[in-house]
Structure formats: C-alpha cells, structure tokens
C-alpha cells in the first residue's frame, strides 16, 4: 500500500511558476513509476508527466514539454513537478500516482495503481 499526498498549489499569474511535490508512504518507492495528471472541470483525467522508477526515463505531454519538469527523489520518497511559464489552460486539480506496470503503458488512469486526493493549481490571466 502506497499513500500519496500533494502539496505546492496554489494561485499564480500567467507566467508564474509553481512547484509541486508529492510525498510518498512506505518503503517501496523507489519500485514505482510515477505519474502527474491533471484534471480541469468538465474535462477528463490527462496525465501531464511521469518519470521512470530509477528516474532515468521521463514523459510529457505535448503541451507542457519546455515548461514543466517531473523529477523523484527516491531517498526522500518524494516525486516533483516544476511549472514555469504557467498559462490558464494549465488550471487544473494535479494528482500524482503511482504505478507498478510496465513503463510502455502508462498513458492511462488505468495503468495506475495509488492515486493522491489532488493539488489546486489556478493561473489567473
């Protein structure tokens, strides 16, 4: 069992920067691929980044590459998520998650197996 926690929301201008961290519980870390997705009202759940277990691999979506950046650290148990040059369409609730399958198919939700409660990032104009 693996219990995530985000922190690091909050409210930004355009072209502010936040950074998010989520915390993780237990031992196991470092077994786990981790994911940021991003939901905003009336749209689905996106997965914005998400980082390999050993951290040697990294995936973007389309629209954040350049602006975001995902990193873990796996001695502190905890997976990051740096946002600069934030833009409106960015608003969103972010959750991170957790994922113990196999790197090639975690586009999805379902290839989660720990999700966290979510983060408020609002990015007023």
């Known amino acids: 069992q693996v219990q995530l926690v985000e922190s690091g929301g909050g409210l930004v201008q355009a072209g502010g920067s936040l950074r998010l961290s989520c915390a993780a519980s237990?031992?196991?870390?470092?077994?786990?691929?981790m994911g940021w997705f991003r939901q905003a009202p009336g749209k689905e759940r996106e997965l914005v980044a998400a980082?390999?277990?050993?951290?040697?691999?990294?995936y973007y979506t389309d629209s954040v590459k350049g602006r975001f950046t995902i990193s873990r650290d796996n001695a502190k148990y905890s997976v990051y998520l740096q946002m600069n040059n934030l833009k409106p369409e960015d608003a969103a609730v972010y959750y991170c998650?957790?994922?113990?399958?196999?790197?090639?198919?975690?586009?999805?939700?379902?290839?989660?197996?720990?999700w966290g409660r979510g983060t408020q990032v609002t990015v007023s104009s």
């Open positions: 998650a957790a994922s113990a399958k196999s790197w090639s198919g975690l586009l999805t939700t379902k290839a989660y197996d720990y």
């Open positions: 237990g031992h196991t870390f470092s077994y786990y691929h």
């Open positions: 980082i390999r277990a050993s951290g040697g691999s990294t």
